[in-house]
């Protein structure tokens, strides 16, 4: 029986992005994937924006993704720990996950160690100098307020509407948020800043759509997961070493 001893992280999934024939592509992917995994994988963290909306009403979740939830469901049921971070775009996550698949529901950053490595995980949006505006509105929309104003709407109205803001929302960054070289990498700046009062082997982030694996000190790696969009990239971590991987695709 395959031992289960690694650890998968993958970010940026989007599903509901690009219309139906798009996302289902995307979600056919993205299952295969986890069928690859389910194997071996010991923990799976899936770090944020796996939706391109969420929002949990109190008896009433998004449409769709019916296969997709499914694939977790069997994981979790073999035993695999499921790890759900909040991203921009999936920021209204609350007990869904947790109680029909056991996952951990993580709002910032996740601080671990496995296997004598120490790992800093965090979606990445609102990290690092800068972008004030999009940091005052992301405290409002966490806000209790706010979420219980949104609960207010009817889903047909309010699905609708974040549906139109995810799609805004991604445009604007797409434009504003090209990556920048080496030093003048925002998250690569907020590293730096973490590894002065703390160490870690690695800083995994997700949120900037593009692989990277930068060797920050002799000892310390910032890697970003890229995203399932055109990518399908991802990282294992085989309990030595953690690499950056691309599924059914050449980097």
């Known amino acids: 029986m395959p031992v289960r001893d690694k650890l998968y992280f993958a970010s940026d999934i989007h599903l509901g992005a ?76 609350f007990d869904y996950f947790e109680k029909q698949f056991g996952a951990t529901i993580i709002s910032n950053e996740l601080k671990i160690e496995r296997s004598g490595k120490k790992f800093f995980i965090h979606h990445g949006d609102g990290l690092g100098p800068g972008d004030n505006f999009y940091k005052i509105l992301k405290n409002f929309f966490r806000s209790p307020f706010c979420q219980w104003l949104f609960a207010r709407i009817h889903p047909n109205l309010g699905v609708g509407i974040a549906n139109n803001w995810s799609q805004h929302s991604r445009d604007t960054n797409e434009k504003k948020d090209n990556p920048k070289p080496g030093e003048q990498e925002w998250l690569v700046k907020f590293c730096r800043e973490e590894l002065q009062t703390n160490f870690y082997d690695y800083l995994i982030f997700g949120h900037r759509h593009l692989p990277l694996d930068i060797q920050l000190t002799p000892e310390s790696r910032y890697i970003n997961l890229g995203e399932w969009i055109s990518y399908f990239s991802y990282a294992v971590f085989d309990g030595h070493e953690l690499k950056l991987e691309y599924f059914e695709k050449q980097p």
Not at 31 to 53: N, P, S, T
Not at 67 to 75: I, P
């Open 18 to 93: 690009g219309g139906h024939t798009v996302t289902r592509a995307r979600e056919d992917r993205i299952i295969r994937w986890l069928d690859m995994i389910k194997h071996d994988a010991a923990e799976v963290f899936l770090v944020g924006d796996v939706f391109d909306f969420w929002f949990e009403y109190k008896t009433v979740v998004p449409k769709g993704y019916i296969r997709f939830l499914g694939k977790l469901a069997e994981l979790s049921d073999a035993g695999v720990k499921l790890y759900m971070f909040k991203g921009n775009h999936d920021m209204w996550m």
